[in-house]
């Protein structure tokens, strides 16, 4: 027959052994909490604020900026204005970042690049310290493509922005070639077509659009996009960029099949900045360039 004593003794290892789990269910939750932040799992109330705190450096309608880009983003202008989940500050003249400097920019989520040729030195440094630092940038169309202590060259080739971005203006490209942009078009006989590379990229499994899909058959595309858009000649750059997708289309200029880049990203080693690029207005297509900030930016 057992005695009180052994019940004791029960209950004493019950309560070692429960003082024992106590460190491990700390840093379970711990890892939950961290999980859900960074968008690897979805747990509503661990959920952080949903709004992206978004920095135009730039003008994205293109109708005030000192040196204006011929690749413009109204309709992200529109969306993103209108979308709760954005938070938007917009800086169309640049000097103010010579002097706010970068720590302006950490304030921020994501950075986007727009409406704008020419960037000073200064604002480059700042803005290649903030991709440095782990920083989201998305680029769009031939914004930053001008340097004025390099006028000799197109491109971001140059300054602290160089190797950070994945793409790169293509070689023996004319001065002529990024004035007039080319533009890709459907046709009778052709429809623009958005393809994934990467089927096993983020944006291709949560976008739920198929691979090869016509731009007038994705849902949420703006109609003006499907009827054409237009595209710098640019090839994946020296510092490891990769294309997510490509957009098919004839040629405006030629009248022959064109396939251009649709999307390519580099991310830095170690989480050391991510830069997404669009050489087309991302606000074409609402849902892909939600999901490209969600995968940028965990947790949105």
Known sequence: MAEWSDYEYREEGWKKYLEGLIPLIILILIGVIIASRMGWIDIPFLRRDERVRVAVLGDLRGEQANDPARINAPYLASYIEGDHRYEKTEWTDLEVLEFAGQDVLDDFDLVILA??????????EEIGGYISNGGKVILIGDAAIHDENRPEVIGWEVGDLAGTFPVRISPNVKRG???????????????????????????????????????????????????????????????????????????????????????????????????????????CMPTIFDEAVRHMVRGF
């Open 115 to 124: 409406g704008e040729r020419q960037f000073s030195p200064r604002v480059k």
């Open 177 to 283: 070639d990024i004035d007039d942009p080319e533009r890709i078009i459907s046709t009778q006989d052709r429809n623009l077509t958005f393809s994934f590379i990467d089927t096993n990229h983020d944006i291709y499994e949560r976008a739920g659009i198929g691979y090869g899909m016509d731009l007038d058959e994705i849902e949420d595309v703006a109609p003006e996009c499907a009827e054409g858009i237009t595209s710098l000649p640019v090839t994946t750059g020296t510092g490891g960029g990769d294309i997510i997708s490509v957009i098919s289309g004839i040629s405006e200029r030629t009248n022959q099949t064109k396939t251009i880049i649709g999307i390519a990203e580099r991310e830095g080693a170690l989480g050391r900045g991510h830069v997404m690029y669009f050489p087309y207005d991302p606000g």
